[in-house]
């Protein structure tokens, strides 16, 4: 079983709607990721909190909005997207984040939320 | 920034043979992890090893820094194996995040 935990597994969504994505973890880590990533690719950077606090941003549109509302939580809101936009989408977490960090910067992936936009 | 190389892209094996995957990079690294991602989508991190070399049970995985690779071994593998295993790696000194590669692709056949 995974120590990240995401919700939901699968959201289909038309190209008005507005959902959420949500991500849990319990493990005391003080970074959290989200990647996107497309079938028959590797996963993409979109989005990294250090402490709660967005430290990298990978020049993604707005239509994609993050929040991490505590250690805990990481949620990725949704709105307006294209089916372009369709691919799993997983979260991550590591004890820490940055250069200097070393094995904390290991990490631990969610079981993905799948999405479709129609 | 930083370059990563998997190979082979594909590889299919019976069960019960061994595998070496390769992953070079193209500068320093302080962080390379190997991850083995299962046909449903779930990433499950293998090793940590910017350096040296560490095993778990049938894997094992040798980084050899000063020549900018890293090679991850599957012994008596068993279809559970199945799936894509990706190199992630961050360069000394240069951009804070991991860079990921295209991944080996594995079939382990029955």
């Known amino acids: 079983d995974t120590e990240v935990t995401q919700t939901p597994k699968h959201l289909v969504m038309g190209m008005t709607n507005k959902k959420s994505l949500k991500c849990e973890q319990h493990?005391?880590?003080?970074?959290m990721y989200w990647y996107k990533q497309k079938a028959k690719k590797p996963p993409e950077l979109m989005f990294v909190?250090?402490?709660?606090?967005?430290?990298i941003n990978e020049s993604v549109p707005s239509r994609f909005s993050p929040e991490c509302p505590n250690s805990s939580l990481l949620n990725l809101h949704l709105h307006a997207l294209q089916p372009e936009d369709s691919a799993l989408y997983l979260c991550?977490?590591?004890?820490?984040?940055?250069?200097?960090?070393?094995?904390?910067?290991?990490?631990?992936f969610g079981a993905g939320s799948r999405l479709t936009v129609l | 920034g930083i370059q990563v190389e998997q190979s082979p892209p594909d590889l299919i094996l019976q069960e019960g043979a061994n595998s070496t995957l390769r992953c070079n990079f193209s500068?320093?690294?302080?962080?390379l992890q190997w991850f083995h991602q299962n046909p449903w989508g779930q990433l499950i991190n293998l090793f940590y090893?910017?350096?040296g070399t560490k095993q778990n049970g049938r894997l094992s995985a040798t980084t050899v820094a000063t020549e900018r690779y890293s090679l991850l071994y599957i012994s008596s593998s068993q279809t559970t194996d199945s799936g894509v295993y990706f190199c992630?790696?961050?360069?000394?000194?240069?951009?804070?995040?991991?860079?990921f590669g295209k991944g080996t692709k594995l079939t382990v056949n029955p």
């Open positions: 991550a977490s590591s004890p820490q984040q940055g250069q200097g960090a070393g094995g904390a910067n290991v990490l631990t």
């Open positions: 493990m005391g880590h003080r970074a």
């Open positions: 909190y250090s402490y709660e606090k967005l430290s």
């Open positions: 500068d320093s690294v302080n962080n």
């Open positions: 090893i910017p350096s």
């Open positions: 992630a790696v961050k360069g000394r000194g240069g951009s804070e995040k991991l860079v």
